[in-house]
């Protein structure tokens, strides 16, 4: 196993945008297989919505520094300051602002232990999506470094146009509200969902609404 240490890079991509990648600055060190596919990862979907600000990405002992810079602040769960190391997550996305728009972290400690991925369905790009599939439910919960990209990239598409406040969304998960957390935590888990199965009615609907507002030019 091939520890990464000291990553500070940039990727550029379209429209001006820059995405700075930050890994392995303080122990435990990740994986360089799991950096090499998150940067892949991240560049798969910042070419696929090109209006997506996505300035940091990284582990979040590296990164912490560099979100007090952005101005983002503590981030709190459920009543409770997360702290870096702390096992209550596995990634967080922030959102900072209109300009920068949003940053993606992995729980430090737990990157190690997420580094599977779903070669099944191809390494980074979702390829190999899977028929059926009755239960948005069954993505979630997996530990795959491209599932959990993805429900955080959702999040930063959610921040960017608002989707949680769309009212074809908002009529779509009124019927499901039982089941998840928060029209958020549901919109991201369809979005997840869709890319892995091709049959599930809500996550397909989810996300053909999604698309139809992110992918436009
Ligand atoms: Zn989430």
Do not use: D, K, P, T
């Given at each position: 196993m091939f520890s990464c240490k000291n990553v500070d890079i940039t990727h550029t991509y379209t429209h001006g945008r820059k995405t700075e990648f930050m890994f392995g600055l303080h122990k435990p060190y990740p994986k360089v297989k799991s950096v090499k596919r998150i940067c892949e990862i991240t560049d798969y979907y910042m070419n696929k919505y090109?209006?997506?600000?996505?300035?940091l990405v990284g582990d979040r002992l590296s990164t912490i520094k560099k979100e007090k810079e952005l101005g983002l602040s503590e981030i709190i769960i459920d009543g409770k300051v997360i702290t870096p190391l702390d096992n209550e997550f596995n990634a967080i996305h922030s959102y900072v602002d209109r300009i920068k728009g949003s940053v993606i972290t992995f729980n430090t400690n737990k990157l190690n232990k997420f580094c599977n991925w779903d070669f099944g369905i191809g390494r980074h790009d979702f390829t190999g999506l899977r028929k059926g599939n009755s239960s948005i439910k069954e993505v979630t919960g997996k530990v795959y470094l491209q599932y959990i990209f993805a429900h955080e990239f959702a999040h930063a598409i959610d921040a960017e146009y608002g989707l949680s406040d769309n009212s074809e969304l908002r009529e779509i998960y009124k019927n499901q509200e039982e089941r998840f957390k928060n029209i958020s935590e549901f919109i991201a888990e369809c979005f997840v969902a869709r890319e892995v199965y091709s049959d599930n009615e809500v996550a397909n609907k989810v996300r053909e609404i999604i698309d139809s507002i992110a992918l436009k030019a």
């Open positions: 090109q209006r997506i600000n996505l300035v």
